[in-house]
């Protein structure tokens, strides 16, 4: 897996700058975001979005996962992310 972040890392400072002070991955990651705690305000927003969004662009063969479904996979996934 460390590879893996290794060439992530790279392709971001290589394709998307990084030279603007902002870190590659936040403290804590991406899964501590308040964005992916589905009780905050910014979560609820993008639920929202994601609800009247995604129907119409998902083509997968499962159901569309739940808002909530993917909020918690992101939290047991914090620490790769």
Request: proline residues 9%.
């Amino acid at each position: 897996m460390h590879e893996v972040m290794s060439s992530v890392e790279e392709t971001t400072r290589t394709y998307f700058s990084g030279g603007d002070g902002t870190e590659l991955r936040p403290p804590g990651g991406f899964g501590t975001s308040p964005a992916f705690d589905p009780k905050s305000d910014i979560s609820l927003r993008l639920r929202a979005a994601y609800e009247a969004t995604m129907p119409e662009l998902y083509f997968g063969a499962e159901p569309l996962p739940t808002w909530n479904a993917i909020c918690g996979r992101v939290a047991e996934m914090r620490e790769l992310l």
